[in-house]
């Protein structure tokens, strides 16, 4: 059967400000950046772990209609659409860093039965966590 | 659909991520407007025609689901936990959970079990429904 996930996907508004967000703020690897004529393939992984990318896609291209690429861009900002959950080894120092950065929360750092965690949104309405894994 | 559109519904899930953050404080929509950075009859229209409900109806279903977590997972008092979740008096917040989830948070209490789901999808799936 399967062995691993290796690909998750975001939509993204535009793939230079998605760039700025994940690997100037989060401090995520771009993994692979490369303009295929038809399309950037532009994904990104946490430093030292490539096998997991996150694949940041715009909306549109000739297999979605402008009408629902529109649909995709007003989900999209409307917080609607993609969440994806990372973990730290500090999850309120990350924090910290995040916030003097300027990075929007949309809930601070909270103990859970599982761990510490808090949340995001990337500029443009993408749900990210990060969660301190409660050790045994 | 254009840029300008795209633009406030960003603006507008940036008041609603702060109602969500800051449930408890005592939000209102000027404070709100100014988070989104609009004027305060724009926002609530706005708002409005993003969510399909008002931010008042939004903010309410949020300290309701607060309520219940509470009522669920500790043993404080349904007063305590009234005035914890942001509303102004244990009857106000007796009324509306009741108006939103059709039952008293005692009988809500009695009725109720923790799961051990990730909080954020029990946060999610737990909101109540107009």
Same mark, same amino acid.
């Given at each position: 059967?399967?062995?691993?996930?290796?690909?998750?996907?975001?939509?993204?508004?535009?793939?230079?400000?998605?760039?700025? $967000?994940?690997?100037?703020?989060?401090?995520?690897?771009?993994?692979?950046?490369?303009?295929?004529? $038809?399309?950037?393939?532009? +994904?990104?992984?946490?430093?030292?772990?490539?096998?997991?990318?996150?694949?940041?896609?715009?909306?549109?291209?000739?297999?979605?209609?402008?009408?629902?690429?529109?649909?995709?861009?007003?989900?999209? +900002?409307?917080?609607?659409?993609?969440?994806?959950?990372? +973990?730290?080894?500090?999850?309120?120092?990350?924090?910290?860093?995040?916030?003097?950065?300027?990075?929007?929360?949309?809930?601070?750092?909270?103990?859970?039965?599982?761990?510490?965690?808090?949340?995001?949104?990337?500029? $443009?309405?993408?749900?990210?966590?990060? +969660?301190?894994?409660?050790?045994? | 659909?254009?840029?300008?559109?795209?633009?406030?519904?960003?603006?507008?899930?940036? &008041?609603?991520?702060?109602?969500?953050?800051?449930?408890?404080?005592?939000?209102?929509?000027?404070?709100?407007?100014?988070? &989104?950075?609009?004027?305060?009859?724009?926002?609530?229209?706005?708002?409005?025609?993003?969510?399909?409900?008002?931010?008042?109806?939004?903010?309410?279903?949020?300290?309701?689901?607060?309520?219940?977590?509470?009522?669920?997972?500790?043993?404080?008092?349904?007063?305590?936990?009234?005035?914890?979740?942001?509303?102004?008096?244990?009857?106000?917040?007796?009324?509306?959970?009741?108006?939103?989830?059709?039952?008293?948070?005692?009988?809500?209490?009695?009725?109720?079990? &923790?799961?051990?789901?990730?909080?954020?999808?029990?946060?999610?799936?737990?909101?109540?429904?107009?």
């Amino acid at each position: 059967m399967f062995n691993a996930i290796t690909h998750s996907q975001l939509y993204v508004l535009d793939q230079d400000e998605a760039v700025d $967000f994940y690997v100037g703020k989060l401090g995520l690897e771009v993994n692979t950046d490369v303009d295929l004529g $038809f399309m950037r393939w532009l +994904t990104v992984n946490v430093p030292g772990a490539p096998d997991r990318q996150i694949l940041l896609q715009l909306p549109g291209g000739p297999q979605m209609s402008e009408q629902t690429a529109e649909q995709v861009r007003d989900l999209v +900002t409307k917080g609607a659409l993609g969440t994806v959950i990372l +973990t730290t080894s500090d999850c309120r120092k990350t924090y910290e860093e995040l916030r003097a950065k300027g990075v929007e929360f949309t809930q601070e750092p909270v103990e859970q039965p599982y761990g510490v965690d808090c949340g995001i949104r990337d500029p $443009f309405g993408n749900h990210i966590r990060f +969660t301190e894994p409660r050790t045994a | 659909m254009s840029r300008a559109t795209e633009d406030t519904n960003r603006r507008m899930l940036r &008041a609603r991520d702060t109602m969500d953050r800051a449930y408890a404080e005592p939000l209102d929509v000027p404070a709100l407007a100014r988070v &989104a950075h609009v004027s305060p009859a724009h926002f609530t229209r706005t708002f409005r025609a993003t969510f399909g409900e008002t931010p008042h109806r939004y903010l309410q279903r949020r300290r309701v689901e607060r309520a219940m977590s509470l009522l669920r997972e500790t043993d404080r008092s349904v007063t305590d936990i009234s005035y914890e979740v942001g509303f102004g008096s244990p009857g106000t917040f007796s009324r509306t959970f009741r108006d939103i989830v059709g039952r008293s948070p005692r009988q809500y209490r009695k009725e109720a079990r &923790a799961t051990g789901v990730p909080t954020c999808f029990t946060m999610a799936w737990t909101r109540p429904r107009d």
